[in-house]
């Protein structure tokens, strides 16, 4: 069985929750909360010296790192990977536009408002990456004007990479109502057979604690 | 023909530019001068509309976005894109890192060191960057004590992406004194058949100004 190390919480391992869900494949998670440092413990660290979640771990024992790597790794034969090969160039530029223009904006502010001790000392790294994050939001807008989907014709891992985070983006300060164009794509992203929430533990899932 | 869209000084451009070398690919190139602001100019906009480089334009007018993407998609059916599922997840793992925690801070202290004309401004965020670019150093080192290569058992695209702005990391104030299995990656990347320096421009490469 497949084990799936990352808490309930982190959008990048709920990119992979929601993937395994909608492949509907049996897995054991175990529960890594970032938010109480434990990627970087001795013995997280054991399993995965990069100290980073989410993490796959095959039956005999290979780990593969990255949520984009997992979603490819996990998608293939699927209908979440295009058979054509522009489509699937165009699902990979998407999912590293999550990661290199969205993610490390939208997704840290909301650590940092939702889940730092001390949000206020991080007021002007919360507000350039505000900027920053908008202008994710805006690419995004232009995107769906005239499309249904990111980088297929068809629902993807483009949506899924790209939902996880702004879904939840309000919890990071940014008000969807200006994007009404990506406030409809959620809602078709939520409408897709399998689909669970952030917090939505499901039936697959064999949740067991770091340690155990 | 191809049509790539970047300055030579660009690393995300030069890992293309190698890519098409390797693959002896013949192309057009047009400059687009990230120092210059190039890539937010109305011309360059008109293209591209999200203003990013590199971009890779097909003959029927399709555009690609995004340097991962752009290596991913000319590489197929090529050596330097794995055959097996489990070797290609692990290459876009490492081409996943290359962007979201060596690119953001090797290249960035590159850009404000060497392009920024106030240097001294960024100071604080030189010193920030320097230690997250130490880590991915690390990381790259811990891994290729016991691995020729980055993902798969031979050369491929995650090699030519974290080669790019590895090799000039020192532009940024790196110092790879202190990693020599990531100093003897370099050689053997740079022994590669096809490879090219950053600033080599190649035969199968024609060079075009934006605008003309």
């Known amino acids: 069985m497949l084990t799936l190390y990352g808490s309930l919480e982190s959008g990048n391992v709920y990119k992979v929750r929601l993937l395994l869900a909608q492949l509907d494949i049996p897995h054991r998670r ?16 054991a399993i995965n010296p990069i100290g980073k979640v989410p993490a796959l771990k095959l039956d005999d024992g290979r780990l593969l790192s990255e949520s984009g790597a997992i979603l490819f790794y996990l998608a293939q034969g699927s209908a979440f990977w295009p058979d054509d090969g522009w489509e699937q160039a165009q699902v990979l530029r998407w999912m590293f536009f999550e990661q290199y223009n969205h993610e490390p904006y939208i997704a840290v502010n909301r650590y940092l408002l939702r889940f730092s001790k001390n949000p206020e000392a991080a007021a002007e790294r919360v507000a350039a990456n505000a900027v920053k994050g908008e202008q994710a939001l805006e690419t995004m807008e232009r995107h769906l004007r005239d499309h249904e989907w990111f980088g297929a014709e068809r629902y993807s891992l483009a949506d899924i990479a790209l939902y996880a985070y702004t879904h939840v983006a309000h919890e990071g300060g940014f008000d969807l109502a200006g994007f009404p164009s990506v406030m409809a794509w959620l809602s078709r992203a939520r409408a897709r057979p399998g689909h669970i929430g952030l917090m939505q533990e499901t039936s697959a899932e064999a949740v067991w604690r770091l340690g155990e």
Not at 30 to 44: A, K, T
């Open 30 to 45: 175990i529960d890594v909360d970032q938010v109480r440092g434990e990627p970087r413990s001795e013995p997280f660290l």
